[in-house]
DNA sequence: ATTGACATACGAAGGTCTTCGTAGTAACGT
DNA sequence: ACGTTACTACGAAGACCTTCGTATGTCAAT
């Protein structure tokens, strides 16, 4: 019923269209093409593989077929999340923190709104 | 000078290394295939491989090798959640905490355990 | 010395990922 | 109507991942 974990590439493709909206090959290429050197019909041929693979939808009304993610942006992230949790961290929550925190620095706005973060997740649970 | 991302079937072994200690092919073996089949030549190559890539340090001295991480699992650790922090969630540690938690149900006491962390985390910087 | 048990090494098959060139086609301007 | 431009579709090459069979070597015990 899900669709199967994207691979890197796809997942840039994921983050370009989580931050663009729903958009043309043209412009996810455009996009991409301005962090790393990447032929139009690369770009084109991982959107084409990503609709049949259930990660992207796409409406073919116009002719520049218009794609978006298939899934919420929060589900893939969460599909993410968990997988990594269960493959690296043998399903510690904290363990994934600790790593994520101490690979770079957190603000202390962030570290306050991770705080606010676990109140609410600590209070809505009991 | 750090060794590449490990790929799936790798990360199982390490895994497996990170529970038992340093260990023979055989001894990760028998583990590997208690959850799920697996030839023994299909474990050796990859540890083979993984020594060859700087994943794994092996030690020949006797006739069955004995082989243990090169890295320390925390600095492995640390480099894969500060990997997916940055594919999937463009560097918000917030985001990739939600994406854990609402994974599945973290308990009490972990929640407890990370708001502890943040506390010494927001602590030491200032 | 031969055999059996247990190692490593290695080649190769089959799958997936990544990348690109090119063919075909619809629309657009002159 | 014709050439140019903008798009999709597709095949294929090359890299990497995963898996296994098999060759080869070593040790110990009969």
């Not at 199967?4 to 590439?9: E, I, S």
């Not at 729903?22 to 996009?31: G, K, Y």
């Not at 609709?51 to 599909?79: C, F, I, M, S, W």
């Amino acid at each position: 019923m899900h669709p199967p974990r994207p691979t890197d590439a796809e997942l840039e493709i994921l983050r370009v269209l989580w931050s663009l909206g729903p958009s043309t090959v043209r412009a996810v290429h455009e996009t991409v093409n301005r962090r790393r050197p990447a032929q139009y019909s690369t770009v084109l041929k991982f959107m084409q593989i990503m609709a049949e693979k259930g990660l992207l939808r796409r409406d073919e009304k116009n002719r520049a077929h218009v794609y978006e993610p298939a899934q919420p942006r929060e589900a893939t992230q969460r599909q993410l999340a968990r997988d990594l949790l269960d493959r690296a961290f043998s399903g510690s929550a904290k363990e994934l923190m600790m790593g994520a925190l101490s690979s770079r620095k957190a603000s202390p706005e962030e570290l306050a709104e991770l705080r606010k973060l676990l109140e609410e997740y600590q209070g809505e649970r009991e």
